[in-house]
Structures are given as C-alpha cells and as structure tokens.
C-alpha cells in the first residue's frame, strides 16, 4: 500500500502522483470470469457473475460495492470456500498462470494460508472462543509444515511480536475473550501472515474496530505489505481508506464488475454511473474522507431477479429505460491504455440529474 | 470454590423438590398399601390398626411434614413388605442398575458421537441420510420392543447370550457375558439420540466463523471438524450425555424387567404392585438425585471445557 498523501475525492481535482514509473510488477492473483450460482427457488442465482480482475505483487487493489454486492462471495470463491448448497460455475483463478480452483481439493487446501491467506470482518467471532490464540496460530503452521511443538510455539510469539501484540511470550496462553477487538484482529493477521502469503485478502478488516484501531491495523498491514511485498486485497465500505491505501479499485454492484481502474483514474473520472453517484454522494473538496459508502437512490438489487439488460438499469439516473440497456448486458471492456474499464453502454454520457443543473 | 458453593445449594433445593414430587406421585398410585396387605378378607378394625401404625390416618400433610422430617435424617421409612429399611434396601440394588446404566451409556456415547460427527461432516450425503433415517427409528422404537426382539434373536435363536438374570455367581467373565445384551439394546436406543444432537450441535459449529478462519488458512478438514469444531461443540455434547444419563436409567429400568435382571427398576416394579409406599418413594428419590448428581458433575465439566465458562 502506497499509503499516499489524502488526494482529493471531488472529481476535479488533479490525482495524487503516480508511483514512478518502473516496469509494472508481475500480476500475483487474476480472478477470470468467475462466477458463482447458489440454488435458488426458480432455479441457480448468479451471485458472482463473470468477474475478473488482477492484483499486482505489492499492490492493493480495493473492491467497493454495496452490502451484498458480492464483495465477500467473489474472494470466498476465489479460494474455494463456498459454502454449500454454492459452487463455483464458471471460471479460473489464477496464481503464478496456474489455475488453482480445478485442482485436487488437498492441493487447494495447501495454497490457502501459504500462499493466498484471508482474515474476515468480525474478529470478535473470526477466532476460535475454546482454544488459545498461541494454539490457533500453532494449528496454522502445522497445517503446512513439519514443525516441532516447542518450534512453532516459539513463531508463534514471533509472530504476536510482529503485529505488534504487547507482552507476546505471557499473551500467547490468552483465550480471544482475553483481548481486546483490535487485539483480536491483530491474531489473525498474524494467522494470516504466519507462512508469509503473497497475497493477502483483508475483508474489511477493520469495520467492526473503533476508528483509532482502525488506523492501527491498516498501518500494520501497510507495513507488512511493505515488508514483504504481498498483493492486498482491502473490500472495504470506506471510500477515505480507498483513496488512502490503494492503487487500484474494483467496483462492483449486483454480483458484477461494473468498474476496474487505477485508484487515481477512478477517483478523478468515474466512468460507470454507478460509481459516479458514489463519488457525487460524497461531501466535496474538505469535507471529511473517512465516511462510509454512501447510499445512492432506488432500491439495492435482488440478484434472484435482476433486469434482463444491465443490472443498475432501474436506478440509473443516464440509462433507465433506455432500449439498450434494457436489454442487453453491458461487459467491462478496457476503455484505454491505463487498463480503466467500465461495464456501461453509455458511460460517456452525463447523468440527467447532472446536466439538468 | 464459590461455583461448587452454589452447585451444592442448587442440589440441595433440588433434592427437597424431588422429595416432595415424589412423596404425592406415590400418593397417587390408586389402592390401599392397608388392604394389599391383609387381603380383601381383613376386618375394617385390624385396616384401621394397620393404617395408624403406618401413619396413613394422619392427614396427608402432616403425613409429609413427618416424611421430610424423616427424610433430612435420612430414614425414609421401612419397607412394608421386607420390614428393612427402605433405603438401604434400594441402594443394596443400586448398583446393578447404575452398571446397567452406565454400561449401556457408554455403548452409547462410543456409537452415538463418532457417528453425530460423521454425519455432521458429510451432511447431506446419502450416508448421512441413511444414518439419520436409522437414528430416527432408533428413537421412535420402545426400548423393551427392542429388547424382546434381541432376546429372542440373540439368545433364542442364535443362543450367543443368555436371555435373562445377571449371573449371582461367577466370575466377571460371566458377568460381562449377560451384560452384553441388555446393555448394548440400551445403548442404541439411547445412541439414535445422541446421534442427532451431536449431529446438530456440530452443524452449527462448522457453519460458525471462526471455522470459515480455519479453512482459510489451510487447516486440513479432518482437524477443522475433529478438533476445532469439536471442542466447541463438547459443551452441547455434555448437555446431551447429561440428558441421556436420566433417560439411560429410565430405560434400565424398563430394560431390567424385560431381561430380568436384579435392580432399582425390578424392585420399584415390585414394590409399586405392593403398595410399598416407603420403597418407591425412596427408590425414585435415589434415581433422581443420580440423575441430578452426574448434571451437576458435568456442569463442573463445562468449565475444563470452555475457557469462557471458568473463569466467570
Ligand atoms: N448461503 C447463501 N445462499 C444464497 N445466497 C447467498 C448465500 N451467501 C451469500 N449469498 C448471496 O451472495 C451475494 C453476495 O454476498 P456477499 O456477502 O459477497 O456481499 P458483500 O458485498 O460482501 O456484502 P457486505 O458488504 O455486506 O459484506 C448476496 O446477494 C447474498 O445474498
Ligand atoms: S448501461 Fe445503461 S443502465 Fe447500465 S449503467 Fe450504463 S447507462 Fe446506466
Ligand atoms: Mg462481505
């Protein structure tokens, strides 16, 4: 994570510089055309609907959407972790060029906390209450390695010490209801982090934290991405935490991607409407940045029964009742050389609402 | 210490509460202990003598009053029919039927779990529908359906066990040998149930966060569900063998009677026929405070179990 100085959110400003330009690191995760069904009472719901994007080595690519928007499910699939009745229909998870998802569950399972690793939004639920926070980390590491019990018992203090854990060598004994919420959170990205994956997804790690935790955490994990060059995943709902943290931003809305760019690119010339009321909804120039994502107008999308054409259609302030959008779907499609796409058949036109001021 | 203080008071009101159940339960069984005893030709003089001595003129609450009185000495009355006192009569044949229990809750517990378990991780597999469907009839059967069907399987046709008693004499050999039967019939009657509850309390283990955690991070699936899971749901596990302990021993009691064998159950049996007031009241009293005795043991269990529960 960059962790660049606040630029501006209004679309105007002029964008934060951009990192300097060397050769483009390798891409460590690319998500291609995943698609996710659960079996619904008229047939399988999409609810991951063709989503791909990739995440450079050392990078953070944000992904903001709406509750419900498919922001969790797409990363669960991308590990293999849907929960059943769901399955992943469609599509390929790449890491290093390979396709990790068609491969033997026990394979699968190797990959996941060794090389891609996920920590959830709770950490008041996210640990485990009848085991101690040293064993839990000990059951990470023999997980993937051969390890004595006095071995990974001695990482498992290095590793409480590494995210800034106080007093590792008496808190390893603790149990979770012994710490503290931002204490917590810290234990599983020490899991998390515990055999150094190259890409780390962080599912809104800090919403269930009082701000100055907050601030806290996403240090911690800037300066491990830092560190050890892993790719981040941040989902989160805060808009102020994007601007601040990432370099790249995936919107998604209805299960779909409806707009991928560079952080900058994104937050100077939103494309897609939807993102653009999300922009638009915010306070402009100074006003404050932390602030959660806000609610745009119309109803949020049931994935059971979405439009035939595009899924914001019925809320779209530019394309509601248009022939095309109607009917037909749009796909992201790269608008540029800098890699923004956006997923609208119109998005070069300005929204009613906008031109009629 | 302060746990075991007030575990100890809230036995105390429990067992008074039984004693008190029990004493008009036992009021309720129709028909005079005075005329059982003497026969339908005794004389209305030598009922009333018989009455008085057995305190059964006194109206029924100072009849209590006496009772509870008795009772907090631990005298509980003579048996009418023996003479010898009520108590020690019962817990003389208290231990056939707790090794019964006991016995056949093992065999439960060692069927009943692994399978809650297995079914749990495989759920909705045509093995765990299978398992479920069997569990189902398992409960729905009567447990002394069951034991007649087994005595006359096992020991009338293939004669592997002896159909009935608990050997007198003999070594442990012989003893284990008539075991086998009525406490393998007891322990899957009570193994269907535990099955399902185990089942369940797993289901909601597994579909908790902390194990979404687990498996993020590569946990194999056999440690995720046999450990991290599991010790989570030893808690509702503990709840359930706790429960099946009172209905193992409610089924002893019916199973002592179809296989014959000595116990509480033959003797509240007998004594219940007998209008032998004073030996089901003392008799159902024991099994009950058993039965409160081995949830309050498990209760204390809870806290080895759950960190969050000891050091409240
Ligand atoms: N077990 C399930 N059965 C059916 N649908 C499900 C199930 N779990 C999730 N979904 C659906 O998947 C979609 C995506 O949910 P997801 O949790 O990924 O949203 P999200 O963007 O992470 O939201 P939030 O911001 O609230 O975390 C939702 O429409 C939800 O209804
Ligand atoms: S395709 Fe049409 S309906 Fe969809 S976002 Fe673009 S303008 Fe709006
Ligand atoms: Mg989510």
Redesign the pocket.
């Known amino acids: 994570m960059p962790n660049h100085p606040m630029p501006n959110l209004h679309p105007v400003a002029p964008a934060a510089p951009i990192a300097p330009a060397t050769a483009p690191r390798p891409v460590a995760l690319e998500l291609r055309d995943l698609t996710t069904v ?1 079996p619904g009472d008229d047939g399988p ?1 999409t ?1 991951i609907d063709g989503v791909s994007l990739a995440v450079r080595a050392g990078g953070t690519l944000a992904v903001v ?1 709406e ?8 990363f669960l699939s991308a590990l293999g972790l849907v ?1 059943t009745p ?1 399955r992943v229909r469609r599509g390929e998870v790449r890491i290093d060029g390979t396709d990790i998802l068609h491969q033997p569950p026990e394979r699968l399972r190797r990959l996941r906390g060794a090389v891609i690793s996920m920590i959830f939004q709770d950490p008041l639920t996210a640990l485990n209450p009848v085991f101690t926070i040293g064993e839990q980390i000990v059951e990470v590491l023999r997980a993937h390695q051969r390890i004595g019990r006095a071995a990974a018992r001695a990482r498992a203090i290095d590793l409480l010490a590494r995210v800034q854990i106080p007093d590792p060598v008496r808190r390893v004994d603790d149990y979770p209801h012994q710490l503290s919420g931002g204490q917590r959170q810290r234990v599983l990205i020490a899991m998390a982090i515990a055999l150094s994956p190259r890409i780390l997804i962080a599912d ?1 790690p800090t919403t269930a934290l009082d701000v100055t935790v907050q601030a806290q955490i996403l240090d911690l994990l800037a300066d491990l991405q830092a560190e050890t060059g892993m790719a981040l995943v941040l989902i989160t ?1 805060d808009l102020g935490l994007v601007a601040k943290y990432a370099d790249d931003v995936a919107v ?1 809305y209805a ?1 779909r991607l409806v707009e991928t760019g560079s952080m900058e690119e994104v937050f100077t010339r939103p494309r897609h409407p939807y993102t653009r009321a999300l922009f638009r909804s915010i306070p402009r120039l100074d006003g404050p940045v932390d602030e959660e994502l806000p609610a745009i107008e119309g109803q949020p999308p049931n ?1 059971a029964r979405l439009p035939p054409g595009c899924a914001f259609e019925p809320r779209c302030t530019v394309g509601r009742g248009r022939a095309d959008c109607c009917t037909r779907r749009p796909l992201p499609l790269a608008g540029d050389r800098s890699g923004h796409r956006s997923a609208c058949f119109h998005e070069d036109l300005p929204d009613r609402k906008e031109a009629a001021r | 210490m302060d746990r075991l203080l007030r575990q100890l008071s809230q036995l105390a009101i429990t067992v008074f509460g039984i004693v008190t159940v029990t004493f008009f339960l036992v009021r309720m069984i129709p028909g005079d202990p005075a005329q059982y005893m003497l026969g339908d030709y005794a004389t209305e003089e030598a009922l009333a003598t018989l009455r008085a001595q057995l305190g059964l003129d006194q109206p029924v609450y100072v009849q209590y009053g006496l009772y509870v009185l008795r009772a907090v000495t631990g005298d509980f009355g003579s048996s009418v029919v023996t003479g010898r006192p009520a108590l020690e009569e019962i817990l003389f044949s208290l231990p056939d039927s707790a090794i019964l229990a006991f016995a056949g809750l093992a065999v439960a517990v060692a069927i009943g779990i692994p399978l809650g378990i297995l079914t749990a991780e495989r759920q909705g597999s045509w093995s765990d529908m299978l398992i479920m469907i069997v569990a189902l009839f398992g409960i729905s059967f009567p447990v002394f359906w069951l034991g007649l069907a087994s005595v006359l399987l096992f020991s009338q046709e293939l004669k592997w066990f002896p159909a009935l008693g608990a050997s007198s004499g003999g070594g442990v050999l012989t003893h284990l040998h008539h075991l086998v039967l009525p406490a393998g019939v007891l322990g899957i009657s009570v193994a269907a149930y535990i099955t399902r509850l185990t089942r369940s309390a797993m289901l909601e283990v597994l579909g908790q966060d902390c194990i979404r955690v687990a498996r993020a991070m590569g946990v194999p699936e056999r440690r995720v569900v046999w450990r991290l899971a599991l010790k989570n749901a030893l808690v509702p596990i503990l709840a359930i063998v706790g429960v099946t302990f009172a209905w193992s021993l409610g089924s002893a009691i019916l199973i002592e009677v179809v296989f014959s064998r000595p116990g509480i159950g033959s003797m509240i049996l007998k004594a219940v026929s007998a209008r032998d007031y004073q030996l089901v009241q003392a008799g159902v009293l024991v099994l009950a405070v058993a039965v409160v005795l081995v949830n309050s043991l498990l209760d204390l269990a809870y806290g080895l179990v759950d960190p969050r529960l000891s050091t409240r």
Do not use: P, R
Request: without cysteine.
């Open positions: 659960f719901v609810v959407g509750s419900g928007s498919g922001k969790s499910m797409t929960a769901g809104e709902h998604m299960g994935v």
